[in-house]
Structures are given as structure tokens and as C-alpha cells.
């Protein structure tokens, strides 16, 4: 499985884009890269998955370059409510083959 | 969420004692995951099953075994509780032609 790196935290205001990039330089050919959310006192939650290039829907994007080395989750206009730990997992479809790996994750803070 | 119910959802048990956390799913989905989540470390993998009575280990096994001998029903069991075990455990499934992992909301466990 490949191993991905993000970092720890990162902190935003109310109204800007946040991007946060995610390293997988190990990804295979069959890999697939996927974000979940969590919030405090909840399980992850899906955010979205891709392959590679671009991918949207009505709550983030996904770009992933040509090397797929890397991705980057971008959350447009976050808010308060987008506090949050964001996880990047690498793994063939489905994510991780039969084990769902991930890793410590992202702590994003959305201030007022 | 994908009818995911974790019972209990919160216990408080002693050193030595077993324990045992049910995870049970509507979905019928094939694959079934065990999580615990503590901080600094994210979410780690206990076990997972890729069928009735298909289980294998994850990265954190030691100290806990699992059953699953009907595809709604996946049981860990910690055998004899040290206060090392006291986590939240999260359960997760997925079906076989769908990306997404869906969780529960998870079981908060006190090891005294």
C-alpha cells in the first residue's frame, strides 16, 4: 500500500479556499486516491475519489498531476463547518484493495 | 451511513476482563473493517473481513480476535482488556463494487 504524507494541520478564515496536498510518491498503477472527512465524535465520511487529472462535485475538488505523485483536496469558500480532520488514503479500487489504510490525516481549524 | 449500528456505544470495563464490540450492518455489504482511533495516530486497522468468516489482521491485531459468522454481524473481541485498549473503535463496511467506506458512529471504551 502506498504510504502518504500530509501535514499535521493547517488553518483558515471563513470564505477562502483551502488546499491541502497529500504525497504518495510509492502510488501504483491501480491506485486510486480518496479523501474522507471526519468530524469530532463521528466515523469519516467520503469526500471524494479520483484517478487522476480532475475531479468535482458539490463539495470538493480533486487534481491530481500527470506523475500522480501527489493530489491536492480543494475545499472552495470553507466554512465554519469545514472544521475538521481531512484523510488522503492511496489504494487500488476497491481503496486499499481489501484493507482501507489511513493515515494520521490533516487537522484543517476554519476561524471566524 | 449504510446501516451501520456499533453497539455499545460507550462501556467501561476493567483490566483483564473480556470485551466484546459488535459491529452490525443492514447493507449486506462483503467487506467489514475495525478501526481504533486515538490521538496522534488517526485511525489505525484492527481487523478486517472480506466475507463470512473470511477475517485477516491489520496493523494493530495484537491483544484482539474477531468473527464474522454472518455477513450483518462483525464482532471484536479484546480477550483479556489492558488499559492500552481504551480507544474509540470505529466500524466501517463496503461493498465490493463501490469505492466508499461507510462507518459507524463509533464505540467509546474505558479500560480501568
Known amino acids: 500500500l502506498a504510504k502518504t504524507t500530509q501535514p499535521i494541520s493547517m488553518d483558515s478564515y471563513e470564505g477562502q479556499e483551502v488546499n491541502i496536498t497529500c504525497s504518495h510518491n510509492?502510488?501504483?498503477?491501480?491506485?486510486?486516491i480518496t479523501w474522507y472527512q471526519q468530524f469530532p465524535s463521528q466515523g469519516p465520511r467520503f469526500i471524494i475519489q479520483?484517478?487522476?487529472t480532475k475531479v468535482t462535485n458539490e463539495v470538493a475538488s480533486l487534481f491530481i498531476p500527470a506523475d500522480r505523485k501527489s493530489s491536492t483536496l480543494s475545499l472552495p469558500r470553507v466554512s465554519l463547518s469545514d472544521t475538521a480532520v481531512y484523510y488522503c488514503?492511496?489504494?487500488?479500487?476497491?481503496?486499499?484493495?481489501?484493507?482501507?489504510?489511513f493515515g494520521a490525516g490533516t487537522r484543517l481549524f476554519v476561524k471566524a | 451511513d449504510a446501516g451501520i449500528t456499533q453497539s455499545p456505544r460507550h462501556k467501561v470495563t476493567e483490566t483483564g476482563t473480556p470485551v466484546t464490540l459488535r459491529c452490525h450492518q443492514t447493507?449486506?455489504?462483503?467487506?467489514m473493517y475495525w478501526y481504533r482511533q486515538d490521538p496522534g495516530h488517526g485511525l489505525r486497522l484492527i481487523h478486517y473481513?472480506?466475507?463470512?468468516?473470511?477475517?485477516d489482521k491489520g496493523e494493530v491485531s495484537d491483544g484482539y480476535s474477531v468473527s464474522r459468522s454472518k455477513t450483518e454481524d462483525f464482532l471484536l473481541t479484546l480477550e483479556s482488556a489492558t488499559s492500552s485498549q481504551t480507544s474509540v473503535y470505529f466500524c466501517?463496511?463496503?461493498?465490493?463494487?463501490?469505492?466508499?467506506?461507510?462507518f459507524g458512529q463509533g464505540t467509546r471504551l474505558t479500560v480501568v
Open positions: 488514503l492511496v489504494g487500488a479500487l476497491p481503496p486499499g484493495g481489501f484493507k482501507t489504510i
Open positions: 447493507e449486506n455489504h462483503r467487506y
Open positions: 466501517a463496511n463496503r461493498d465490493v463494487q463501490n469505492t466508499e467506506a461507510f
Open positions: 510509492n502510488i501504483a498503477t491501480n491506485d486510486y
Open positions: 479520483g484517478y487522476k
Open positions: 473481513s472480506y466475507g463470512v468468516k473470511d477475517t
